[in-house]
DNA sequence: CCCTTACCTTTTTTT
DNA sequence: AAGGTAAGGG
């Protein structure tokens, strides 16, 4: 027990030892938090109360994971329920399925799903084609759910025409939803909120459960996650939050600092704890970071402090384009690998996922080993949704969703046509897609495709018949009679790609028959709400690129932040005026702050005066934030070179004059040669462009043999007409087609 | 019905 | 740049 606490600073302790009634515990970035929570529980637990009486939550199931592993470590007896708001939820949905109105086996919808889902709600409330894009209403609907609040509800409150179509297409989406038998990410949270909220018994008999409640991360909980951790501690009042409200980043789906702000009112007779001694980062990053988010002006004064000296300055590098700034994180890679650095030590952070790319292709070339971090890559292949997809059919066949993803996937002759009478049919008669296909009659498809149809029917009952079977064998067995296993047996690159990344997926089912154990729908449910972050090891000896959001929780001893231009790290979407949420720049520079704050020794921001963005090629200013961070202990590079006047009217070969097309005058012309010499030498073109062109012989996988005539190049269509050895002249879309030059 | 081609939309972060 | 969708030809 006291090995527990003595290796702890004085406020660490004392949240450690406290053991009844409701504690925060403020906790700023690298103050050792993760540390107080799980010896925490471990505290708890050698106390006396059994370990299924606590339950922890967390963000991530990663942050669950290594949560529960560090308790293990520790040799406390497992049982304690770990893991995320919507795992639980999940679960809990389950056990309470009568009491919350659902059918067993309910599908869960990911985002690609749930905006398939949304465009149908559009269609069906006559919105479709208007203002309001699934993406929008989603994100409207969203909010409304982690509101608790209601279609009814939000039409009741609407303050203009398009909150009212929002609330028509909130209705439909919901429809829907209840038709497929299916949830999305946020109806998880509110079901099980709107239980908690109207049924005393099952908050006694929660609370009864779960004795202890810790929530980690607590500045990043909604309104509907507030409500079920305080139904669940609303007897006991043993609640204990954990987090920091500077590094609150995710108000955009819904998380309300005011959570954690307002937990002294919530609870008057709180103790709060204060971490504020951060053992993680060297001073000059320290008080760089502090420096940087002193500028919030809705902010709680803190003051972090370490006892660490000396350490590097923190350097800022300005760089020409997004490429000679990878370059350049590759060079100061490869020299702090040189000093002895593990490349597992260092990690590259940018505000948006494209930006991994000229990372990915400067390190690749650099030889440099990396791994990137990625949100749902794997899970979203489509290959891999849809093995998946039969098996939520099988669990749900009122899953019309998935039912029509896979009705003709692989092609079974089930088309549009004959889809969309089926569709018709199975609304008329009020039943699913599948039960339609099943009573598929000749007189309404034609006898050939309704005996296509129904042979689909059939093979699906078929394939229900094994249930009972484990997850794995039903997996197989989906793959091999659904015929995704015939059409992916042919033996070039991409179907090998998709053999393995189908194989894949039943090995994360012969792993959950063996770890967890289960029904098929426990699988999927599982599956459903995890990511590969999740899966996202410490990367032994490769450099981490990720997301700042996904950096958060994670120290590494060198950090680059990239991208830091204005628009892209302050991010701001200045698209038309009919913008409606203006970008939270306190938020952004938290999230700036929280991957500075990952940096243990060393850390690097840089940013590029052009960047090539979605297709274009922009000046970009650099972000506000370098000119925050103070200038004590922060060093600017400037790599930038002086632009020059070019003198050139003309140039032959690759651009043969396309890039002034449309030029009205002259003057026109010559600055668009101008700007078009300027990109190609920063951007320096790939190889298969740089030497295509009129002349060059190439390989067609299809049409064999070639001589290049002419090179059209228009993006995104860029053609080339060939004249083929065999066929003759064709033109070819470049993007279709992978030539190989000879 | 399927494949090819032309056009168009993209709104960042994640459970 | 890249993906999706809608329309057209085979």
């Not at 679960?91 to 919808?109: K, M, N, P, V």
């Not at 043993?238 to 609870?267: H, K």
């Not at 320290?286 to 972090?304: E, M, Y």
């Not at 350097?315 to 590759?330: I, L, P, Y």
Request: glycine share 8%.
């Amino acid at each position: 027990m006291l090995d527990i606490l003595s290796d702890l600073n004085e406020p660490q302790r004392r949240a450690v030892a406290h053991r009844d009634g409701p504690l925060l515990v403020l906790a700023g970035a690298g103050s050792g938090k993760t540390r107080v929570i799980t010896r925490r529980v471990v505290h708890l637990i050698a106390g006396g109360v059994a370990p299924q009486n606590i339950l922890a939550l967390t963000f991530t199931n990663k942050a669950a994971g290594e949560m529960s592993e560090r308790i293990a470590a520790l040799g406390t007896p497992r049982g304690a329920t770990i893991g995320t708001f919507h795992a639980l939820c999940a679960r809990l949905l389950r056990e309470f399925a009568t009491e919350a109105q659902l059918d067993a086996g309910y599908s869960i919808y990911d985002r690609d799903d749930q905006l398939r889902l949304m465009r149908q709600a559009l269609e069906a409330a006559g919105l479709k084609g208007g203002r309001l894009t699934p993406s929008v209403a989603h994100a409207r609907i969203s909010n409304a759910k982690n509101e608790l609040k209601t279609p009814t509800e939000v039409s009741a409150e609407a303050a203009s025409f398009g909150d009212e179509q929002v609330a028509e297409a909130y209705a439909a989406y919901q429809r829907l939803l209840r038709d497929n038998n299916a949830l999305d990410f946020d109806d998880l949270l509110l079901k099980t909120a709107l239980l908690l909220r109207d049924r005393p018994e099952l908050r006694r008999l929660l609370g009864e459960r779960y004795r202890y409640v810790l929530i980690d991360e607590y500045q990043d909980t909604n309104h509907a996650q507030y409500i079920i951790a305080h139904g669940i501690a609303l007897h006991h009042e043993n609640i204990c939050a954990t987090g920091d409200p500077d590094q609150s980043i995710y108000a955009w789906r819904g998380a309300n600092v005011r959570n954690i702000l307002e937990f002294e009112a919530d609870y008057p007779n709180a103790t709060v704890v204060r971490l504020e001694e951060n053992y993680r980062s060297t001073r000059a990053i320290l008080a760089a970071a502090s420096q940087l988010i002193s500028h919030n002006r809705r902010r709680k004064h803190k003051d972090l402090w370490t006892s660490r000296t000396g350490g590097a300055d923190v350097r800022v590098v300005h760089c020409d384009t997004g490429r000679a700034e990878a370059q350049a994180v590759a060079e100061r890679i490869e020299a702090a690998a040189r000093r002895g650095l593990d490349y597992g030590d260092m990690a590259v952070f940018y505000r948006v996922n494209s930006l991994s790319r000229v990372l990915e292709e400067t390190l690749f070339r650099a030889s440099i080993p990396y791994r990137v971090a990625r949100g749902v890559e794997f899970f979203n292949r489509r290959e891999v949704k849809d093995l998946l997809a039969y098996m939520k059919l099988l669990v749900n066949p009122a899953d019309d969703l998935s039912c029509r993803r896979i009705i003709n996937t692989p092609t079974r002759g089930i088309g549009h046509t004959t889809l969309s009478r089926l569709t018709a049919r199975a609304g008329a008669t009020g039943v699913s897609l599948l039960e339609a296909a099943a009573q598929a009659e000749s007189d309404d498809l034609g006898a050939a495709a309704a005996k296509r149809v129904r042979g689909f029917a059939e093979m699906m009952h078929a394939l229900a018949g094994n249930l009972n079977h484990s997850v794995r064998e039903i997996a197989e067995d989906v793959y091999r009679r659904s015929g995704i296993a015939e059409a992916l047996s042919a033996e070039d690159e991409e179907r090998r790609q998709q053999r393995a990344n189908v194989e894949e997926v039943i090995n994360t089912a012969a792993e959950f028959d063996e770890l967890a154990g289960g029904t098929l729908s426990d699988y999927l449910y599982q599956v459903s709400l995890v990511s590969d972050l999740d899966h996202f090891e410490g990367t032994g000896g490769a450099v981490t690129l990720m997301t700042l959001h996904a950096a958060k929780g994670l120290e590494f001893p060198a950090v680059f932040v990239v991208g830091c231009e204005d628009g892209l790290l302050p991010f701001r979407r200045d698209f038309g005026p009919s913008d409606a949420g203006e970008s939270d720049v306190e938020e952004e520079r938290r999230l700036t702050f929280v991957g500075m704050t990952r940096a243990k020794d060393e850390l690097t921001l840089s940013c590029a005066r052009r960047r090539r963005m979605r297709g274009q090629n922009k000046p970009c200013a650099a972000s506000c934030f370098l000119s925050e961070l103070g200038a004590e202990g922060v060093r600017i590079e400037d790599l930038t070179t002086p632009q020059r006047p070019l003198n050139v009217r003309h140039r032959g070969g690759f651009f043969s004059g396309e890039v002034a097309r449309g030029a009205q005058t002259a003057a026109d012309e010559e600055r668009m040669i101008i700007e078009a010499m300027a990109d190609e030498e920063a951007e320096q073109p790939p190889p298969e462009y740089q030497y295509l062109g009129p002349g060059c012989r190439v390989q067609h996988p299809k049409f064999g043999f070639g001589t290049v005539m002419h090179l059209q190049r228009r993006w995104p269509d860029t053609r080339a007409e060939i004249v083929f050895d065999d066929v003759g002249p064709k033109k070819i879309v470049l993007r279709h087609v992978e030539l190989e030059l000879l």
